[in-house]
């Protein structure tokens, strides 16, 4: 029964997080743990959405869900403008060109592709793949000619080896979702290397 094994590894995954960062306190534990599990309910969400009910429009779903986030942040500004006083910061048209919109453009082709990927393959491969972000995002950096320290090569290492064993027999294996969830990568890896200019 597969809420028995979600049950299981969400049991696992609390413990594994009381052990890692209990000694930073409840606040963090609770942060870490409600992060975690948004995450997976989301993907989870949108695999039901798009599968379930036969919904094959997830750009339409990328769309929508990125005017709901828009609206909501500028909600949580105007409410911090009315509380403290604080005035909203109008990026300069160079920020917003240079810094702002390559992030944003490369966001949405992330979340765009991973939500079309989630049509073509299951949500445990989605999130294995997902889970390889750390090696696109080593190649965009020294691509980009950003530092790069060389023992994390190894970590990055481990997580490769991970990720291919944890795709040996994959059921619903397809090349398009993969090449989709690698194109999500590089581009979450672009916003990561961007953010860090």
């Keep these: 029964d597969a809420l028995y094994e979600y049950a299981v590894t969400f049991t696992f995954v609390l413990c594994a997080i009381v052990f890692l960062y209990s000694d930073r306190g409840c606040w963090v534990v ?41 609206a909501l942040s500028f909600v949580v500004l105007l409410r911090r403008r009315a509380v403290t006083g604080a005035k909203i910061v109008v990026p300069t048209s160079r920020e917003f060109f240079c810094m702002i919109s390559p992030i944003a453009i490369a966001l949405t082709l992330s979340i765009g592709a991973s939500n079309v990927a989630l049509t073509f393959c299951s949500v445990a491969f989605s999130q294995i793949m997902a889970s390889t972000n750390c090696l696109s995002t080593v190649a965009v950096v020294v691509a980009l000619g950003m530092p790069f320290n060389r023992r994390l090569l190894l970590p990055a ?3 490769a080896m991970g990720a291919a064993i944890s795709t040996v027999g994959e059921i619903h294996f397809s090349v398009v979702a993969l090449v989709l969830l690698l194109l999500a990568n590089i581009f979450r890896a672009i916003k990561v290397a961007l953010e860090q200019r």
């Design 30 to 70: 609770f942060s870490v743990t409600t992060y975690l599990a948004s995450s997976t309910c989301i993907t989870l969400a949108m695999k039901w959405v798009y599968v379930r009910n036969e919904f094959p429009f997830a750009y339409f779903v990328t769309l929508v869900t990125f005017l709901a986030n828009c």
């Design 157 to 159: 290492s481990v997580v």
